[in-house]
Structure formats: C-alpha cells, structure tokens
T-cell receptor, first 112, second 113 residues
C-alpha cells in the first residue's frame, strides 16, 4: 500500500517555539501539500511543492514556511508558534498530472 | 477564486435511512469533482470522483453526479450504515493551473443503530 507518513499524531508546543512537522511519502510522487483542518472551515492549503526544492504559497501561508530537500520529504515549519496555529495538519502527495491525492493521518498540534 | 460549499452539519440519521449531502461549487472552466471521507482518527480517503459533466462517481454504495447546469455534486446513499459515520468533504481541482484541491467545510455524519 502506498503511504504518506506524518511523524507525530499529537504535539504540544509553547508559544514562540519553532515547530517542525514532517511528512514522508513512499510513492515517488512529485507533488506534496500541507493543509490545516479546522472545524467549519474544511481544509485550507498552506503550502505545496511541485518537486524537489520547489515551493508555492497556498491560501494561508502566513506564519509558516516549508522545506523540500528530498523528493520523499516535505517539512512544514512554524517559525514562532502562536495559539491560533492550534489545528490539525494534514500532508498529502500526488503524482504530477493525476487526480488522486494520498493523505497522511494528520498531526494534531496544540500551542499553549 | 474557486470555492466549494457544503450543507451545514452535523447530520444525524438512523441506520438504513437515505442520505443526501449537498455540494455546490464555483470555478472557471471544467473542474474535476471529488468526495473525500475522514473516519475518526484517520486522514482523508478518496470516496469517489467525476471528471466531466454528467459523469456519475460511485463507491461503497455512495453516488454523486456532476451537474454542470446547477454546479452541483451532491452525495447520496440509499441505505446508510453505522460504519458510514464520518466527516465528508466535497472538493474540486481544476485541470489547468496549479491543480490544487479546494475543499468544502466538511459535513459530519452520525448514523445511529
């Protein structure tokens, strides 16, 4: 089975900390995505990457950055965590040109 | 910009009831349309999709028809089961351009035995 693995299911961090969320896929997909999921708002795109070392801002990039040094790994970075970044974060990957996205199980981040 | 609107939840039904979850979209051109499902504690899974007008996607007893004239993609199931309890997301992606998935707000469905 193809897989997208997010390194942590639950994280608790303090305000102002630098936070790294890691995502690894084993499908050799070119495209990778970071979404955040909030009740009543659905999933909103933070950043995505077409390929290694490439990144594009999504709809809500403020307060976040990303890194894609290897094809299989896409990291989301919260430069200085704030309480309004408490959310569920979902990573996804996709073969370039294909319809299907594969999602990870999500990381529930709480910033206190 | 592109957007997806789903019916407000939560939705609670009894087992074997008929289900409809409404979804409408706004997009230029001819987007592909999807329904994703999220079971408790899990990520999203693709439930069904349709890539052109009048296409019907189906899977696990669920169906949705791509209606360009009403810009809709309503999800239906004739007889729901307790195991269908989940959050359902309608989504679209455009064939050209960035091909990002744009999601609706999600509808939580609970089926009681």
């Amino acid at each position: 089975d193809v897989k997208v693995t997010q390194s942590s299911r639950y994280l608790v961090k303090r305000t102002g900390e630098k936070v790294f969320l890691e995502c690894v896929q084993d499908m050799d997909h070119e495209n990778m995505f970071w979404y955040r999921q909030d009740p009543g708002l659905g999933l909103r795109l933070i950043y995505f990457s077409y390929d290694v070392k490439m990144k594009e801002k999504g709809d809500i990039p403020e307060g976040y950055s990303v890194s894609r040094e290897k094809k299989e790994r896409f990291s989301l970075i919260l430069e200085s965590a704030s309480t309004n970044q408490t959310s569920m974060y979902l990573c996804a990957s996709r073969q370039q040109g294909a319809d299907g996205y594969t999602f990870g199980s999500g990381t529930r981040l709480t910033v206190v | 910009g592109d957007s997806v609107t789903q019916m407000e939840g939560p939705v609670t039904l009894s087992e074997e009831a008929f289900l409809t979850i409404n979804c409408t979209y706004t997009a230029t051109g001819y987007p592909s349309l999807f329904w994703y499902v999220q079971y408790p504690g899990e990520g999203l899974q693709l439930l069904l999709k349709a890539t052109k007008a009048d296409d019907k996607g189906s899977n696990k007893g669920f169906e949705a028809t791509y209606r360009k004239e009403t810009t809709s993609f309503h999800l239906e199931k004739g007889s729901v089961q307790v195991s269908d309890s989940a959050v359902y997301f309608c989504a679209l992606t455009r064939i050209q351009g960035a091909q990002k998935l744009v999601f609706g707000q999600g509808t939580r469905l609970t089926i009681n035995p």
